[in-house]
């Protein structure tokens, strides 16, 4: 992971202590069961991308620079569920998932932090950041052949977030992000269940591609900041922190 900020920063607009307007939130489709939106005082920040893009350091840095400025914060992501999130982890160690079971196991784990964790945390007034949201998992469920009505109506419980960015990084650079990080390819981060290849480079290439493609049309229907995640990680963190600035003054509707 890369080193958080050390060095002092001068004082700016941007390190002044917002107090959040409320946000009018709403979900996509059907929602939860007795919950009520306009109760939903805190804020929902998503950080998408693939591995290798950033998101986890862009978050840890968000995280420090929002509580510094004096806002509690709550983190989510993916596989943490306290309900599924092992037994996910263990299915998936046998490769033998189907598309379906595999979508239906990420779909329960979302469900379970978004009833107790994402929601109570924006009831009493928290800063959410979640480490990918509903788009990774839509756009996989699409790059394995799922109908994408189906996906639309799983995700309608999904909360309509405050702000999303997705960090942009090309094929090329998360392979050597990866290996440099890992020293090897992830087999489902490269799509080795879609038979793209036998090569697992070339079939971590077309896949990510693929996602990418995948992504520029979820951008187009959804409305989220895309960010180019080949520059620096202070540059991309100045761009996160303006925009969620102009998201907590209420200058930037959803």
Do not use: C
Not at 53 to 79: F, M, P, Y
Not at 169 to 193: F, H, P
């Amino acid at each position: 992971m890369e080193k958080r900020f050390r060095h002092r920063r001068p004082r700016s607009r941007l390190s002044r202590v917002i107090v959040p307007r409320l946000s009018q939130h709403r979900f996509y489709g059907h929602g939860l069961p007795g919950v009520d939106p306009d109760k939903l005082v805190g804020k929902l920040i998503v950080v998408e991308g693939a591995d290798g893009s950033g998101r986890s350091t862009q978050i840890v840095q968000l995280v420090d620079w929002l509580e510094g400025s004096g806002h509690a914060t709550v983190q989510v992501g993916l596989k943490r569920s306290t309900l599924v999130s092992e037994e996910l982890e263990q299915a998936k160690q046998g490769n033998i998932l189907s598309h379906r079971t595999l979508s239906l196991f990420y779909a329960t784990d979302f469900a379970d932090q978004l009833e107790n964790t994402i929601l109570p945390a924006m009831k009493a007034g928290r800063m959410v950041l979640a480490d990918r949201y509903i788009y990774t998992l839509m756009a996989r469920d699409m790059a394995r052949g799922i109908d994408a009505a189906w996906i639309k109506n799983i995700y309608g419980i999904a909360l309509v977030p405050d702000v999303v960015f997705y960090l942009s990084v090309t094929a090329e650079t998360l392979v050597e992000r990866n290996i440099s990080k890992n020293a090897k390819l992830d087999y489902w981060e490269s799509g080795m269940d879609l038979g793209l290849s036998r090569d697992i480079f070339e079939s971590f290439m077309k896949y990510q591609s693929q996602i990418q493609t995948i992504f520029r049309k979820l951008q187009r229907t959804y409305k989220f900041s895309t960010l180019d995640g080949e520059r620096s990680v202070a540059q991309v963190q100045k761009e996160m922190r303006e925009k969620v600035s102009r998201v907590l003054s209420g200058s930037q509707p959803v």
